[in-house]
């Protein structure tokens, strides 16, 4: 059932994909589904906790090749911006604007897809530790760079794949060098 799901809100989105269409295209049953799940936002919950589990379980089993901290956050910076050609993103995103999402759910959704940013802040930690990175603290630093991260998904609509890794690792660069110039500080 959780694979159907997945398709649909992929293919149809969040809100165009009913409860009736998940039974009928799993060929399970109502009960069934609510057995497992709460509600169709429990299920979606569910997705979008399982795609961000698996997000981060493809960084762990790549992680180590990077050496330094800095590798490291250009590996992210790819991982990310391959991510961003997951359907289910988009479907999040209308959900998250829906005027019908339960509150709770969208906050569960937030704290799931706020595990990624542990990701970043965990290499961040290890770059202050090392003195690899400076300039701020861990809390502030983790906080402007998954902004940066997060907020280049937005141009994912404009830009082919091909297109979004440069800009992410241009992201990563300007947020290592800072953007002015020693002399203009």
């Known amino acids: 059932m959780a694979d159907v799901s997945r398709e649909l809100f992929s293919q ?11 039974i009928s295209a799993s060929g399970s049953s109502k009960g069934n589904l609510y057995h497992h799940f709460k509600s169709k936002e429990g299920l979606f919950l569910y997705l979008i906790e399982a795609q961000v589990d698996e997000w981060i379980e493809r960084w762990a ?7 330094t901290v800095a ?7 790819d991982h990310t911006a ?13 959900f ?6 339960d509150p709770a759910v969208a906050e569960q959704i937030l704290n799931a897809m ?12 290890e770059g ?15 906080l402007i760079l998954f902004a940066l991260i997060a907020g280049l998904g937005a141009v994912r609509y404009e830009l082919e794949l091909d297109e979004l890794r440069p800009l992410h690792r ?13 002399r203009n500080i």
């Open 61 to 67: 089993a790549k992680e180590h090749q990077y050496r």
């Open 71 to 77: 590798e490291k956050l250009y590996g992210l910076a």
């Open 128 to 142: 202050i530790a090392s003195g690899e990175i400076q300039g701020g603290t861990e809390q502030q630093l983790t």
């Open 170 to 182: 241009t992201a990563i660069s300007i947020f290592l060098n800072g953007v002015t110039t020693k």
């Open 96 to 101: 998250s604007g829906s005027q019908t999402a």
């Open 82 to 94: 391959d991510d961003l050609q997951n359907p289910l993103i988009k479907a999040a995103e209308e």
């Open 114 to 125: 706020n595990k990624q940013r542990d990701i970043f802040q965990q290499v961040l930690r």
């Open 12 to 22: 149809k989105g969040y809100l165009a994909t009913s409860i009736e269409d998940i």
